[in-house]
């Protein structure tokens, strides 16, 4: 209890710092001062003593030094304390930090054997994301201009937002939209102008959206075309267990999700190797897809 607060403690530049400690110890297997040097333009001094106080305040046992490595390397009992030791949880971070890869010699080699599939960049300006964050934060009402395929010019809407949304291939925003008197989603880059913050706090706000509030889960299942065989890979492929994946979710999401499993239920592929993966409970999924 006691080291489980002295983490909850500590500063958030040097949880920084004990993260990539940890992270490039475990995953890399040979830890330096020069990993923290480069990553974070900080003294060798510094990075060293950054490095004994992780080993002496909080994990005593997790690092040794090797004297041939010149470095230090995991032991084997070491523990993670900063960060999660999956193995989702590594590659999520390459993916985050892809564009800084040759400036974080820390995570070298495995950027060596890392490619990640880019995609155009829908940038989001500054001056539209940070009324958003205050307006979801404080539960304000925002006037904006909108457009979309069927309005191309854009549109005047007052709208309280409550939730930023990324589908995994762009950002949305949850809110109640006045005009049409229900809860929607609008995408970031579809946004213009600057949005203007109303006086007053809405009561509209993320308690009444039935969608958001309302617990669902898609249960994703092979296609029931594929051999037994083809079956038992598609459930490794994608973590099944008893045969299927259950994805916790909501009603508002649901068609986020689907799209991240490239699963359109209105034009499944015929060829059960085309289309590999079927919604088990589509049915009971309906009220939450598009009409």
């Not at 060798?44 to 909080?58: F, G, L, P, V, W």
């Not at 925003?173 to 109303?198: H, M, W």
Request: charged content about 25%; some cysteine.
């Amino acid at each position: 209890m006691k080291r489980r607060q002295a983490i909850e403690q500590v500063r958030w530049d040097l949880a920084l710092r004990y993260r990539l400690i940890e992270t490039v110890a475990w995953w890399e297997g040979r830890l330096t001062t020069v990993h923290l040097i480069q990553s974070f333009g900080i003294s060798r001094q510094q990075a060293s003593k950054d490095i004994n106080t992780y080993i002496t305040e909080h994990a005593p046992k997790n690092l040794t030094y090797d004297k041939q490595l010149k470095g230090y390397v995991p032991s084997k009992t070491f523990k993670p304390l900063f960060i999660d030791d999956s193995a989702s949880a590594y590659l999520h971070l390459l993916y985050q930090n892809n564009s800084k890869a040759p400036h974080i010699e820390g995570l070298a080699l495995a950027y060596a054997h890392t490619k990640v599939l880019e995609v155009p960049d829908r940038s989001i300006k500054a001056e539209i994301l940070r009324p958003l964050l205050k307006a979801c934060r404080e539960h304000l009402r925002l006037d904006v201009d909108y457009v979309s395929l069927n309005s191309p010019d854009p549109e005047g809407r007052t709208i309280a937002p409550h939730t930023l949304i990324y589908s995994g291939m762009r950002w949305h925003v949850r809110a109640y939209c006045e005009k049409n008197r229900e809860y929607r989603d609008f995408v970031l880059s579809r946004l213009r102008g600057t949005p203007d913050i109303q006086d007053g706090k809405t009561e509209n706000g993320i308690e009444a959206d039935t969608a958001w509030n309302t617990p669902v889960t898609v249960i994703i299942k092979p296609d029931k075309g594929l051999t037994q065989a083809q079956k038992l890979i598609i459930q490794t492929d994608f973590g099944m267990i008893d045969g299927q994946l259950e994805i916790p979710s909501c009603g508002a999401l649901v068609k986020y999700i689907l799209q991240r499993y490239q699963i359109d239920p209105k034009h499944l592929d015929p060829k059960p190797e085309a289309q590999q993966i079927v919604v088990a409970n589509l049915k009971e999924l309906k009220p939450w897809l598009y009409d």
